[in-house]
């Protein structure tokens, strides 16, 4: 079963890849400007079946840059072809900046790991925490002086109540 799948298969792909030389063969004789899109279309494939089979695709450029029967080249396919390689240096630069600027990123955040890991850096909020400890204490100490005050008036608040008891007790 999988054998005749294949076979079918290949057998598309040689129906598609005569499509493509007949085509290709027209817009010769026919003169006109010979394009990748343009010869997928005429040939009723898909272009990334051209891209595929690596031969079809260098018959198409060198069909591209071949002079016409009057001697012109066509502007648009060499200008495509001039764009293509100038196009694929910008993204490759692009791309090449885009790396680099990953690059120290991943650096940058790793040293940091590193640096916090081994203990010898101190925290990053370290004042933060300083102001804290400050502020806290400050808190506890008034929190102190309140509660010795409330202690202070409770001991005086017994007292008292202690000589209004033995004053009631010695009356009666």
């Given amino acids: 079963m999988t054998t005749a799948m294949a076979d079918g298969r290949r057998a598309d792909s040689v129906r598609r890849r005569e499509r493509v030389?007949?085509?290709?063969?027209?817009?010769?004789?026919?003169?006109?400007?010979?394009?990748?899109?343009?010869?997928?279309?005429?040939?009723?494939?898909?272009?990334?079946?051209?891209?595929?089979?690596?031969?079809?695709?260098?018959r198409v450029h060198a069909a591209a840059s071949t002079p016409s029967e009057d001697g012109r080249l066509a502007a648009v396919s060499r200008a495509s072809l001039q764009a293509d390689p100038a196009n694929a240096l910008e993204r490759n630069k692009r791309l090449a900046t885009r790396a680099s600027q990953l690059e120290k990123r991943l650096s940058q955040t790793l040293g940091e790991a590193a640096w916090n890991e081994s203990g010898l850096g101190a925290p990053a909020d370290i004042d933060q925490l300083q102001q804290q400890i400050t502020l806290l204490e400050q808190q506890h100490t008034d929190t102190r002086g309140q509660l010795q005050d409330r202690t202070d008036e409770l001991d005086a608040a017994r007292a008292a109540n202690r000589e209004l008891t033995r004053a009631l007790n010695h009356r009666a």
Avoid at 38 to 55: C, N, P, S
């Fill in 21 to 58: 030389l007949k085509a290709l063969n027209a817009m010769l004789r026919g003169g006109g400007d010979i394009t990748v899109s343009g010869l997928a279309r005429a040939a009723r494939v898909d272009r990334t079946f051209l891209y595929r089979h690596r031969e079809l695709l260098d």
